[in-house]
């Protein structure tokens, strides 16, 4: 007979050390776009799709059977592939134009939008008791982001929009996960086909936008990095095969467990791990207000374990 509390309280460890695998992501991607100057898209196509044949590898030795799916799911992971070419874009865009610290509040937007959509998908109606949880986490988030006050949110309309649709795409994300997880799809088999969908897409918006989308490249020659010394592609593969691939591995295997708002919740962590990670390895400072503001997701995180 299962244990429904310690199947949780499973379901809450792998989202945790998915999202503190994912903070890393931000660390890599600093490092290539700021050091080496390279189109953040480009990093994101290459790690999509060395992600997709590191899983396609190792499906084909270890599982076989697990490649294949039918054409009813086939299309959802299309569908689910594009979802995250597309929030890749137009998280690349809210970066651009309101800051790292706006983008990151605004993707994050995202948990109030998954309790609703969970809730008008026939997952349930939302419990109030979240709602704390949820506050302390988007504020706490806020903070650590840098987020002084609503001034920080006099945005431009094209990046309000875009940071908002951002959140909208992360929310899609998290329910898409949980869909396939209740249609029994391996986490693995999932992994491997959205980005390698995704990597596909983001091909087509790198070549196809002649410079007009932020973070793509000017020209389709750039795509293969000429002149890149091999520490690079060594920086990329690393990204790929260990915060992105472990991390969300972590998350959509969380995600037979949980609820999407639930996991959600959870991944407001990673821009608390991040700036924590941040202090040893880029050597940055943490004022007393994001500490603050870490003590409050953590306070958040808390409520969420007592509350299962």
Do not use: H
């Not at 929030?87 to 983008?103: D, E, K, L, P």
């Not at 909208?168 to 949980?178: C, E, I, P, Q, S």
């Not at 791990?273 to 940055?284: C, D, G, K, M, S």
């Amino acid at each position: 007979m299962y244990n429904v509390k310690s199947i949780l309280s499973g379901g809450i460890a792998q989202v945790l050390a998915g999202s503190v695998l994912i903070s890393l992501v931000g660390i890599f991607l600093k490092i290539l776009v700021v050091d080496y100057a390279l189109p953040v898209l480009v990093v994101v196509f290459w790690r999509n799709l060395f992600v997709c044949i590191a899983l396609l590898a190792g499906l084909k030795f270890f599982k076989p059977k697990l490649i294949l799916v039918s054409r009813n799911n086939l299309f959802i992971l299309v569908f689910y592939g594009f979802l995250l070419a597309l929030m890749n874009g137009i998280w690349g865009g809210s970066v651009y134009f309101n800051g790292a610290g706006v983008a990151t509040v605004l993707i994050y937007l995202s948990v109030p939008l998954t309790v609703l959509g969970q809730w008008l998908l026939g997952g349930g109606k939302p419990s109030v008791r979240l709602i704390p949880s949820i506050v302390l986490c988007l504020v706490g988030c806020a903070v650590v982001c840098g987020i002084q006050g609503v001034s920080d949110f006099a945005l431009a309309p094209v990046g309000m929009f875009l940071g908002l649709l951002s959140g909208v795409f992360y929310a899609g994300y998290a329910l898409l996960g949980r869909e396939c997880a209740l249609r029994g799809l391996n986490a693995f088999t999932v992994l491997m086909y959205i980005f390698g969908f995704s990597s596909f897409f983001m091909l087509i918006i790198n070549i196809f936008s002649n410079g007009m989308v932020p973070g793509a490249v000017a020209s389709p020659a750039q795509m293969l990095l000429p002149g890149m010394p091999f520490k690079v592609w060594g920086l990329i593969l690393t990204l790929a095969m260990g915060p992105t691939m472990m991390g969300w591995l972590l998350i959509n295997m969380s995600l037979s467990k949980l609820t999407p708002s639930i996991a959600n919740i959870l991944l407001t962590t990673d821009p608390m791990v991040t700036a924590l990670v941040a202090i040893p390895v880029l050597n940055e400072i943490m004022t007393a207000m994001q500490w603050a503001g870490c003590f409050l997701i953590t306070g958040g995180v808390m409520l969420l374990g007592r509350r299962n």
